[in-house]
């Protein structure tokens, strides 16, 4: 499937979910936010939302600065 992650255009295989997609990215852990079509996803929710051809993700993490 063609996504685009983080502004780069990716073909994922063998991830229907949100939950798949990050794991099959190698993200683990708390530290970052997912946001599918410019809409954040709960934590609690990314192995119910599905993901589809052509859609956009953004996975965000915290960043320290002044």
Same mark, same amino acid.
């Given at each position: 499937?063609?996504?685009? #992650?983080?502004?780069?255009?990716?073909?994922?295989?063998?991830?229907?979910?949100?939950?798949?997609?990050?794991?099959?990215?190698?993200?683990?852990?708390?530290?970052?936010?997912?946001?599918?079509?410019?809409?954040? #996803?709960?934590?609690?929710?990314?192995?119910?939302?599905?993901?589809?051809?052509?859609?956009?993700?953004?996975?965000?993490?915290?960043?320290?600065?002044?």
């Amino acid at each position: 499937m063609q996504l685009t #992650i983080n502004g780069k255009k990716q073909t994922i295989t063998n991830a229907q979910n949100v939950a798949e997609i990050i794991r099959s990215l190698g993200y683990e852990g708390d530290f970052f936010a997912v946001a599918l079509n410019r809409t954040v #996803i709960p934590r609690t929710r990314y192995a119910a939302t599905p993901v589809n051809e052509n859609d956009e993700i953004e996975i965000l993490s915290p960043m320290q600065g002044g």
